[in-house]
C-alpha cells in the first residue's frame, strides 16, 4: 500500500442530507459499510449507493460502531445504549454506561470503552465496565478476542492482550 496524496483514489458519495452529523463509520467489505450519527441515524452502504437513514436510536446520538460482518454490527451512544445489527434488523442491547467506542473483533464478541471503564459483550449480554484507567478511555480498536489497544484522554495507549491477565 502506498499514499499517494490527498485525492489519489479518493471519490465523494453523499451519505445524509447537509447538516447531519456523521460520527462514524465500519466497513465489513468494500460492499457493505454502515455509517452513523445524530438522532440514533443509520446509513447502509450497499457497493453502490448509500441507504437511509433508519432511525435506530432515537433521540440519542450514536458515537460508534464496529461491523465485523455485513450481518453484524453493534453501535453505541454516550447516553448508556447499545443497539445491534443481526438477523437483517436492529435492536437494543443495554449498555449501562455512557460509552465513547465500541470494537468488536468477531461477530457476536465485542467491547466497548467510556469513562475509565471497558465492558465487554459476548452474544446476549454487556457486562458491567471494568475500570482499566482514571484518564477516561475513548477509543479502542481490537483485532481479536483477546487483542485490543484502546487510548485514553492524556494519550496513553491501554493494550489488552490474554497473555497479560
Do not use: E
Given at each position: 500500500?502506498t499514499?499517494?496524496?490527498?485525492?489519489?483514489?479518493?471519490?465523494?458519495?453523499?451519505?445524509?442530507?447537509?447538516?447531519?452529523?456523521?460520527?462514524?463509520?465500519?466497513?465489513?467489505?468494500p460492499?457493505?459499510?454502515?455509517?452513523?450519527?445524530?438522532?440514533?441515524?443509520?446509513?447502509?452502504?450497499?457497493?453502490?449507493?448509500?441507504?437511509?437513514?433508519?432511525?435506530?436510536?432515537?433521540?440519542?446520538?450514536?458515537?460508534?460502531?464496529?461491523?465485523?460482518?455485513?450481518?453484524f454490527?453493534?453501535?453505541?451512544?454516550?447516553?448508556?445504549?447499545?443497539?445491534?445489527?443481526?438477523?437483517?434488523?436492529?435492536?437494543a442491547?443495554?449498555?449501562?454506561?455512557?460509552?465513547?467506542?465500541?470494537?468488536?473483533?468477531?461477530?457476536?464478541?465485542?467491547?466497548?470503552v467510556g469513562?475509565?471503564?471497558?465492558?465487554?459483550?459476548?452474544?446476549?449480554?454487556?457486562?458491567?465496565?471494568?475500570?482499566?484507567?482514571?484518564?477516561?478511555?475513548?477509543?479502542?480498536?481490537?483485532?481479536?478476542?483477546?487483542?485490543?489497544?484502546?487510548?485514553?484522554?492524556?494519550?496513553?495507549?491501554?493494550?489488552?492482550?490474554?497473555?497479560?491477565?
Amino acid at each position: 500500500f502506498t499514499y499517494a496524496g490527498p485525492s489519489a483514489g479518493w471519490s465523494q458519495r453523499t451519505i445524509a442530507p447537509s447538516g447531519q452529523a456523521l460520527n462514524a463509520v465500519s466497513c465489513a467489505s468494500p460492499s457493505a459499510c454502515v455509517a452513523v450519527g445524530a438522532g440514533g441515524a443509520v446509513y447502509r452502504y450497499d457497493g453502490a449507493s448509500w441507504a437511509g437513514p433508519a432511525t435506530v436510536d432515537s433521540g440519542h446520538d450514536l458515537v460508534s460502531v464496529s461491523c465485523p460482518s455485513a450481518g453484524f454490527c453493534m453501535a453505541v451512544d454516550s447516553a448508556g445504549d447499545a443497539v445491534q445489527f443481526s438477523a437483517g434488523h436492529w435492536s437494543a442491547q443495554p449498555l449501562g454506561f455512557s460509552a465513547a467506542a465500541v470494537s468488536c473483533p468477531v461477530v457476536g464478541t465485542c467491547l466497548a470503552v467510556g469513562g475509565g471503564g471497558v465492558a465487554t459483550y459476548g452474544g446476549d449480554h454487556w457486562t458491567a465496565p471494568a475500570a482499566v484507567d482514571t484518564a477516561g478511555v475513548n477509543r479502542i480498536d481490537c483485532v481479536a478476542v483477546n487483542s485490543c489497544v484502546a487510548t485514553d484522554q492524556n494519550a496513553n495507549a491501554l493494550f489488552y492482550s490474554a497473555s497479560a491477565k
